[in-house]
Structure formats: C-alpha cells, structure tokens
C-alpha cells in the first residue's frame, strides 16, 4: 500500500469509527497528546528543532523519503484522532511525505522520528540527552498500547458492522 493510499484508508476509518474510537479513548489519546507536547517542549527547550531546521536548509535532514513508508494505517489514524488533518500531498521534494516547510506535519510519528539522534543532536544535548529518551519513551510507549487497543476495536466494530449489513 502506498502511502497516499495508507492516509485515505486511514481517514475513512476515521470517518466511520472516529467519533466511537475518540469516547472509547478519550482519557489515553489525551495522555499521548499530553507526552507528545510534553517532548516537544523539551526538544525546544534544548534547542534541537534550530539544529534540525540548519541541517534541513543545508539539505543533510533525516527525514528520508523510505521513513513515510514505515507510517501504517494506524499511526495516521491516531493523528486524525488526535486533531492532525494528515496530509495527502507532498509538500517538500527529498524528503519523507510527511515533512512540511515548517517540520513534520504529524503528532504521532515513527519510533525513528522521535528516537534518532544524529552526532550534532547528541553533543547539544549532552547529559540532557538521558531526559529527553525518558520523555520520549513515555510517548512511544503510550502511542503503541493505544494503537495495540485500536486495532482491537476496530475488528470488533468492523464485524459488528460486517454482521448488520
């Protein structure tokens, strides 16, 4: 499945089951909203988002195009619930789908996104760096279970509706 391919699927099982799926889990999607913030506010507190934009200008970013292939149907669906309007086009050539002129334009990214961290990234973040890989692994933590959880629901809600059609 392409990746264009994965988004549609992804947004049509919003469509049918996104309403149910945000009430099932409301209190854990706004926890991983929760720790994904939180990461994000510790990334910029280190200044690590200056340092990735510098090396994205100087075209050396690892937002490779194969990473957007690594994105499944259920890690677009958990940025639909979580508000993110996931893109279907390109924006940026040379880079993963996903990556838009200001960054990624996902909250729920790959274990990759959000857990390498070039030789630049390691010396700015020095002994920090220990902080930031807790933070992180509360968000991939958290994204896994509920993705896990999801696709437990939606098999029983696609055979109930499979069963009333």
């Known amino acids: 499945m392409t990746v ?5 699927k992804a947004k049509q099982l919003y469509e049918n089951y996104g309403e149910i799926l945000k009430r099932k889990f409301e209190k854990e999607l706004k926890e991983l909203d929760k720790s994904i ?5 510790f990334m910029k507190k280190t200044k690590l988002p200056e340092l990735c934009k510098k090396c994205a200008e100087e075209g050396k970013c690892c937002c490779r195009p194969w990473v957007a292939e690594e994105f499944d149907v259920y890690d677009l669906l958990l940025n639909y619930l979580l508000g993110v309007d996931v893109p279907e086009e390109r924006e940026v ?12 334009r996902l909250k729920v990214r790959q274990v990759i996104c959000v857990d390498f961290l070039c030789p ?9 760096e220990i902080k930031l890989r807790e933070i992180e692994g509360r968000e991939l933590e958290l994204a896994f279970k509920i993705k896990e959880e999801i696709k437990k629901e939606l098999k029983n809600l696609e055979t109930i509706s499979h069963i009333q059609n």
Request: proline share 0%; glycine share 12%.
């Open 93 to 104: 050539d040379g880079l993963c789908f996903f990556v838009g002129k200001n960054g990624c």
């Open 120 to 128: 630049k990234a390691e010396k700015l973040l020095g002994e920090k």
């Open 4 to 8: 264009v391919e994965k988004v549609r």
């Open 37 to 41: 913030e939180e990461t994000q506010k």
